[in-house]
Every structure is written in C-alpha cells, then in structure tokens.
C-alpha cells in the first residue's frame, strides 16, 4: 500500500474546496499496480464531487525504487536549480539527524525528478529488471 495522506484541493472549475486522499511515498516492489500512473506521471488524480472536474495535483511523491538503493522525490514544480538545491538540503538536514536514515542514506542514492518522461524511463528500467 502506498503512503498517503489527506490534502483540501480547490477545484479550479467550480472554487469548491474538498478534501481528497493523495499518494506521498510509493515503494515499487510493493506497489505494482501504481507503474502505470507513475509512468504517466500523473500520480496524484483527483475529482472534484461537485462538478467532477479531475486535477493533476503538482505535488511531490517519493518513489523507493527497491530493491535497488534509489529514492527519487518526483515533483513536477522543481524543475528550477535552486527548488531541487532547496529540497536536496531539507533532504540531507532531515537524514543528518537520524541514525537509522543515514545508515541508510549511504548505502542508498537521492535523486530528484521534476520531468515525467526522465521518471518513465527509471520505471521502465526497474520494471524490465525485476519482472
Ligand atoms: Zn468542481
């Protein structure tokens, strides 16, 4: 099961602000059904129940690629050098201070992504690696 948590979403079609269940951390060898989406890049599919409108939420999912030492952080809006600098310090600051992670952090690489078709094609590698 993926990670999730709940989030308010404001639909852009009718301004009716609810509330929806979105996806925060994927782990692909537990996750199958989930390439698909990921793949597509369009992770985060919401509706809205009034007007049923479906949002794309721009929001940042992070994908463990086991059983290969590779989390990516896949966020559409850090496509700036200075968004992914930002993330790549919280990232680093948030496992200093925790043992277990940074055992883990060695062994493991962090990447971030913002271009769902550089993110399609690490799911098409692992997908054909460990199928
Ligand atoms: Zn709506």
Redesign the pocket.
């Known amino acids: 099961m993926p990670g999730t948590s709940t989030t308010e979403v404001r639909?852009q079609?009718?301004g009716?602000v609810f509330e929806a269940e979105v996806i925060d951390h994927i782990d692909m060898s537990q996750d199958r059904d989930l390439l698909k989406r990921i793949k597509s890049g369009k992770i985060n599919r919401v509706q809205?129940p009034?007007?049923k409108?479906v949002h794309y939420l721009d929001r940042g999912v992070v994908i463990n690629f086991e059983p290969e030492n590779l989390i990516v952080l896949y966020d559409p809006s850090a496509s700036r050098p200075e968004v992914r600098e930002e993330l790549m310090r919280d990232y680093r600051s948030v496992v200093m201070f925790n043992e277990v992670l940074e055992e883990v952090a060695q062994e493991t690489e962090f990447k971030i992504v913002s271009d769902s078709a550089e993110l399609k094609k690490m799911v098409e590698q692992w997908a054909k690696a460990h199928s």
């Open positions: 639909c079609k009718c009716r809205c009034k007007c409108k």
